[in-house]
């Protein structure tokens, strides 16, 4: 099963999915997503507040405690992504750094020293300036 075959159940087809599963597939369900989900919407966020305090509690029983306290619903919310600078690609090639790097050199340098960089490295990289 994939994540969103646990969202759907839990608050569409309040099914019991752990019944046929056998517990190394109980081992993989993805409890910090299915809260991160239900945290978007004004009906869950309670409810995942809830399950976030008590993370020790067993996959099938935090599964369980979204079949039961949820309203039978369809749900749609869309992902939050972050938000993608666009020099971030063209600092991580000049640096030859990762993303987490590049991000901490954005923080660093300013608007001017990106586009000294973009000048002195336009031949390099085919990036315009």
Same mark, same amino acid.
């Given at each position: 099963?994939?994540?969103?075959?646990?969202?759907?159940?839990?608050?569409?087809?309040?099914?019991?999915?752990?019944?046929?599963?056998?517990?190394?597939?109980?081992?993989?369900?993805?409890?910090?997503?299915?809260?991160?989900?239900?945290?978007?919407?004004?009906?869950?966020?309670?409810?995942?507040?809830?399950?976030?305090?008590?993370? /020790?509690? !067993?996959?099938?029983?935090?599964? $369980?405690? &979204?079949?039961? *306290?949820?309203? #039978?619903? +369809?749900?749609?919310?869309?992902?939050?992504?972050?938000?993608? /600078?666009? !020099?971030?690609?063209?600092?991580? $090639?000049? &640096?030859?750094? *990762?993303?987490? #790097?590049? +991000?901490?050199?954005?923080?660093?340098?300013?608007?001017?020293?990106?586009?000294?960089?973009?000048?002195?490295?336009?031949?390099?990289?085919?990036?315009?300036?």
């Amino acid at each position: 099963m994939d994540l969103f075959d646990y969202i759907n159940n839990a608050s569409y087809d309040k099914k019991d999915v752990f019944r046929d599963l056998p517990e190394r597939e109980e081992k993989k369900y993805p409890a910090f997503l299915v809260n991160r989900y239900f945290s978007f919407l004004p009906d869950g966020i309670f409810l995942a507040n809830e399950m976030n305090q008590n993370a /020790h509690i !067993d996959n099938k029983l935090k599964h $369980q405690f &979204y079949v039961h *306290s949820l309203r #039978k619903r +369809k749900r749609f919310t869309k992902w939050v992504k972050p938000e993608e /600078h666009p !020099d971030l690609d063209f600092i991580k $090639q000049v &640096y030859s750094c *990762s993303t987490v #790097k590049a +991000k901490e050199y954005m923080t660093i340098l300013s608007v001017n020293q990106i586009q000294q960089l973009k000048e002195s490295h336009h031949h390099l990289i085919n990036i315009k300036p």
